[in-house]
Structure formats: C-alpha cells, structure tokens
C-alpha cells in the first residue's frame, strides 16, 4: 500500500517561514528517492528539492539557502521547512517519491512516479 499523505500547509505572511511533512508508506521511504514539488495556479510544477535514500539533498536554485529537506527515519516522514516566504511562494506543495523497486533507483526528476494529494501553502 504507497502512501504519501502531506500536511501542515496553511496561510503565512510574507517573511515568515512553513514547515511541511509527508507521512510515506515504509516500503517507500526506505527504498526511494523522495521529493517535495509545487505547482502554484497557471504554471507547471517545478521541484523544491531531493533526497536520495543515503540523503544526499539536491535543491532547486529558486530555493537554495531558503529551504532545507529532511528524513525522519524513528516516523519514516519526510520534512520540508522554508523561511524567508514570498508571495511567489504561494502553491500547492507536493511530496512525490520514485519507484523503490525499481531495476535501478536514480534521484532523477523524471523518475518521481508516486504523488500526494498535495498540501496548500498561501502566502500574503
């Protein structure tokens, strides 16, 4: 059974900061590269930023220095926190994994196959 099921989205002021987390199915969590990705109204969704299952992070220029992606292997969630919030900042935030058994496990953007429903983050 995949599950990845995100919360804490909600209003923020400008300045301000988020912290989101992704409750991910065991499976999943230990064997894939996890991801969290936004989609704001009218555009294309983009990545925030990866994590591979050594933790090895990668990071989106739009956010380096901004946001910082973790793994919390005791609730097998994984974690996002943003500071700095900007009205552009404003979207549906998702957290996304790969296929863990797949033949080969890559951290590579067109690999993220497994999705949330997604979590709205506002920011004013």
């Known amino acids: 059974?995949?599950?990845?099921v995100e919360?804490?989205?909600?209003?923020v002021q400008v300045g301000g900061?988020?912290?989101?987390?992704?409750?991910v199915s065991?499976?999943?969590?230990?064997?894939?590269?996890?991801?969290?990705?936004?989609q704001a109204p009218g555009k294309e969704r983009e990545e925030i930023a990866r994590i591979d299952s050594a933790g090895v992070t990668i990071y989106a220029d739009?956010?380096?220095?901004?946001?910082?992606?973790?793994?919390?292997?005791?609730?097998s969630t994984l974690a996002l926190r943003m500071n700095s919030l900007k009205s552009e900042d404003t979207a549906l935030y998702y957290?996304?994994?790969?296929?863990?058994?797949?033949?080969?496990?890559?951290?590579?953007?067109g690999a993220f196959e497994l999705w949330g429903k997604g979590t709205q983050v506002t920011v004013s």
């Open 7 to 11: 919360s804490g989205g909600g209003s």
């Open 1 to 4: 059974h995949v599950q990845l």
């Open 17 to 23: 900061s988020l912290n989101l987390s992704c409750e």
């Open 62 to 75: 739009s956010v380096k220095g901004r946001a910082s992606i973790s793994k919390d292997n005791a609730k």
């Open 26 to 38: 065991y499976y999943v969590y230990k064997g894939a590269c996890l991801g969290w990705f936004r």
């Open 95 to 109: 957290c996304a994994a790969t296929n863990p058994f797949a033949a080969v496990v890559t951290c590579e953007l």
